[in-house]
């Protein structure tokens, strides 16, 4: 068993299996950090645009609103600050629109949904997180925890956990196959699932290697799960096209 | 017998993608309940076939995929009760009251420190005339020196419902930092509440002593005892959440934090409603002379008897065990 590069959310659940799922570290966190700071930004270029017509206050129309302008104004500070984050995250499960581009989501160390206890808690920390510049708290506590947690994940009891899009279709993909007659692969080796799932991920990147290392990957991946004879090889190998094709066979063989 | 890889994938997919479906469903709120009987026995198959595939196919996307599937199904079938207005009801009926008598001995050090803080404050002016220039603030002093009130001038600048809103998200960061730097070991929280202290005893005694005392009073009178004791209890809060980091007793740091921290977060956002409502006495009725001071001060004293009767009064008798928000962890889909 191959030991997971990323630190990873190992959840038991009662139907007694363990879901394993991967935690985001600090680049996933600052990515989503920086989308929703971008948002706000732009809500902010707004409101200050808004204000600016209030204040001013060309037409004499805005007199009697400039202190309901003010209140907004205050209020909108918090907002940003706390509301944001946290209505988002109750309302969104566990995600702000910058988690949801970045692909990562808040849970709890159980695995399951966040509730408003959590997501209010893991926000109001954010200030101490923020200290002493540039979130260097929360910082600092993410790069040395086990499972990149900030201090507002350690009270809340929550976590940060990684949707990866996975394409189930390259196992069934079958391309078009070649008029000439291909070899059959000897089928006296079973192909072992870890090799099945390094030919496939071969075959969907193909495409977009250089030619050089496509040919000469196929042509490794070939002598090594091939099991052919050297006159066979050979008019294999003269063609990339006819190399992928026969691992594609290989690899679906046992439908 | 362990089937090839695009085998067991051509074979089970349909399943996943229904699975897929229904958990799209489910989270856009149009899940029937014939349709919620079908997610759960498609979640048990998707269960077994992430045990098929760690044992077979382990470390492959098809492993990942199923990891992902299951957890999103598991979210969505193991939800945590949601919050109804009913349990925020209970919440300040029984739990807030309940859990600041439990954790009284931190909120009453904490309150010791912010006095502590003041008779400091206090005594280094009073005895050291020229300790103010170190504890007060420069432009506090100028106004002091000039024989007016600095709080004076806020309503002439801005309408008071702005400075309200202003005073209310000032006092809810000062709470919130109190708060939240009891994580720093509880030695943020020592500090804030210490610092405080020095900073409230050193304006009041500089305040006497330039004969000010009356108009100092007057402006505190009205909001001063609920938003202190507010500050003091985010403090306790704050200390609660150090003790469990120095010593969390049998349990890991990290759990009893959660644990404690839990309590201690209740008491701070607890305390959130009283805030807003303290900033729109602070920002309405302290300042300018609007209102005589003895108005002032019984406002005051009546509002800070109301909230700690409320506080050491509210929720004793009842035997009957309020539910727990958010704890329990049972079986529970919400197809809403």
Known sequence: ?255 | MAASLPAFVGRRRPDWDALKGLLARQRAGTLRLEELRTLDVLYRRAAADLAHAQTFHAGTDVHRFLNQLCAQAYAAIYQPPRERWAATLAFFRHELPRTLRANGAFVATSAGLFFLGILLGAAVVLLEPRGAELLVPRNLREYVARGEMWTDGILSVAPPNAVASAIATNNLTVTIVTFASGLLLGLGTVFVMINNGVHLGSVAALCAREGMGPKLLDFIAAHGPVELSIIVIAGGAGLMVGQSLIDPGELPRSQALVLRGREAVKLVLGCAPFLALIAGVEGFVSPGDFFPTWVKALLGLALGVLFWGYLLGAGHPTPTPTPTSGTGNLPHVDPL
């Not at chain 1, 966190?29 to 700071?37: E, K, N, Q, S």
């Not at chain 1, 790069?143 to 900030?150: A, E, M, V, W």
């Not at chain 1, 190998?237 to 691992?247: Q, T």
């Open chain 1, 1 to 255: 068993m191959s030991t997971p590069a990323s630190p990873r959310l190992d959840v038991a659940t009662p139907e007694r299996v363990s879901l394993s799922l991967p935690v985001a570290g600090i680049g996933y966190r600052c990515l989503a950090y920086l989308a929703d700071l971008l948002l706000l930004f732009f809500f902010w270029v707004v409101a200050y645009f808004l204000f600016t017509l209030l204040v001013s206050d060309v037409l004499g129309f805005f007199q009697e609103l400039s202190g309901l302008a003010r209140t907004l104004l205050v209020v909108g500070v918090f907002a940003t600050q706390w509301v944001y984050w946290t209505a988002c995250e109750v309302l969104m499960e566990g995600q702000t629109p910058g988690k949801r581009l970045v692909g990562i989501r808040v849970v709890r160390v159980d695995g399951s949904p966040v509730g408003v206890l959590e997501c209010a808690v893991r926000n109001l920390v954010r200030l101490v997180d923020a200290l002493p510049f540039f979130y260097a708290v929360g910082c600092l506590s993410v790069l040395l925890t086990r499972q990149h947690r900030r201090l507002g994940d350690f009270l809340a009891g929550t976590l940060l956990v990684r949707e990866e899009r996975i394409d189930l279709d390259k196992y069934a993909a079958t391309a078009a196959t070649p008029a000439a007659p291909l070899p059959l692969p000897a089928s006296a080796q079973r192909l072992a699932s870890r090799d099945v799932e390094l030919v496939l991920s071969f075959l969907a990147r193909a495409p977009w290697l250089e030619p050089a290392a496509r040919t000469r990957l196929g042509a490794r991946l070939v002598e090594r799960y091939g099991g052919l004879d050297e006159a066979d090889r050979a008019a294999l190998l003269a063609s990339p096209g006819r190399v992928e094709a026969f691992l594609r066979t290989c690899v679906q063989a046992e439908r």
